[in-house]
């Protein structure tokens, strides 16, 4: 079940990274939001994953004297983030029958 449940969170996380830019702590409320409890030990291992893998770009921006990165989507992030909606919704399809 791990694995599946990480698989829907690169999905989130690569959904909110096309909405607009987030940084790591408001992604982990996000996702707890959904049912999902991650730490921080968790969760920055996938964003850096994903990062090397061309899917995420991060720019740090200092915010109340602190450095934050925030990641975005990038064109590779948003391919896969397409094709993730295709077969979710056809896996949403078979599971109704």
């Known amino acids: ?5 990480l698989g829907f969170v690169r999905v989130h996380i690569l959904y909110h990274a096309r909405e607009e830019p987030f940084f790591g702590l408001w992604m982990i409320e996000e996702l707890k939001s959904h049912g999902y ?3 921080s030990g968790t969760l920055y291992p996938i964003l850096h ?3 090397e893998k061309g899917l995420l ?3 740090e921006k200092t915010v109340d ?3 934050r990165k ?3 989507i990038t064109q590779e992030g948003e391919k896969l983030l397409e094709e993730a909606r295709k077969k979710a919704a056809e896996l949403f ?3 109704q029958e």
């Open 57 to 59: 770009e991060v720019e």
């Open 93 to 95: 399809e078979e599971i």
């Open 37 to 39: 409890e991650m730490s």
């Open 65 to 67: 004297g602190k450095v």
């Open 1 to 5: 079940m791990r694995k599946i449940s």
């Open 70 to 72: 925030y990641y975005s």
């Open 49 to 51: 994953g994903m990062e």
